[in-house]
């Protein structure tokens, strides 16, 4: 059967692994809600699952085929299921279900430092942003299938685009900025990016993890291997994060 795996931050060991009662390979999306609780969707029985930190099924909640599952500032969960073409909220404080219809083949949800929520249809090629009151506030073309995406520390979307092997980058009014450039992809399905402006990307058929610069390269912004931190090489860091980098020891070359 599917399970639940916990794993240490520090260690990268298996701390924890919880087994699931449903069908192998039934289960869609994960994320860690503001208390600690995985959500995860079980498609087969239609409904996502609330699980506590101790491995307990603490709730669940009807939502069709559940695939990505996001968190906005209040809590409530945002919801893709994919073919279903429906988006749902799950109000933080009644744990009602609301569906939002009109998306196409949506899988990846993430949201904005705004408390904007971004959608990512596979179906037609876009991305949609919503207000967490479930108002679309435009819609903006991507590559071709673009099934994931994720969101840096000033609101600008990176979206994976799975069949055309390469990323679109949006600012936060879906205008086009110059894109990463993430060498090796090969129809990956997941994207991230960390605290460190760093890109990290399940490259599926690659059998590996990528990770990359979340900006891409400008001149005259490189620096070199310095100081006690080893800030290794960046290039094309924002100013902020390279004054960051500066103090530290670093120098632009």
């Known amino acids: 059967a599917d399970a639940l795996v916990k794993i240490d931050s520090n260690t990268g060991e298996v701390v924890a692994s919880v087994a699931l009662a449903s069908s192998p390979g039934s289960f869609r999306g994960l994320a860690v809600d503001h ?3 995985a959500w995860t969707g079980d498609i087969l029985n239609s409904v996502v699952l609330k699980v506590n930190s101790t491995g307990s099924v603490i709730d669940t909640y009807s939502v069709p085929t559940a695939v990505g599952i996001a968190f906005d500032s209040q809590g409530s969960g945002w919801i893709t299921t994919g073919y279903s073409n429906d988006v749902y909220k ?3 404080v009644t744990g009602t279900a609301t569906p939002f219809n009109g998306y196409q083949t949506s899988v990846g949800v993430a949201v904005d430092p705004f408390d904007n929520i971004w959608i990512a249809n596979s179906g037609n090629n876009t991305v949609s942003k919503l207000g967490n009151n479930g108002i679309v506030l435009g819609v903006f073309a991507t590559g071709p299938l ?4 994720a969101i840096d520390a000033n609101g600008n979307v990176l979206i994976l685009n799975t069949n055309g092997n390469s990323l679109t980058k949006l600012n936060n009014a879906g ?4 894109a990463p450039s993430v060498p090796g992809l090969t129809t990956a399905y997941g994207i991230a990016i960390d605290a460190a402006e760093k890109i990290w990307v399940a490259n599926s058929y690659g059998y590996n993890i990528i990770q990359a610069d979340c900006t891409p390269a400008v001149p005259g912004m490189q620096l070199t291997k310095c100081g006690p931190s080893k800030c290794a090489t960046y290039i094309g860091m924002k100013v ?3 004054t960051k980098l500066i103090k530290k ?3 632009l070359v």
Request: proline letters at 10%.
């Open 35 to 37: 208390e600690n609780n």
């Open 90 to 92: 799950i109000d933080a």
């Open 146 to 149: 673009p099934y994931y995406l």
């Open 175 to 178: 205008v086009v900025l110059p």
């Open 240 to 242: 902020a994060q390279c």
């Open 249 to 251: 020891g670093c120098k």
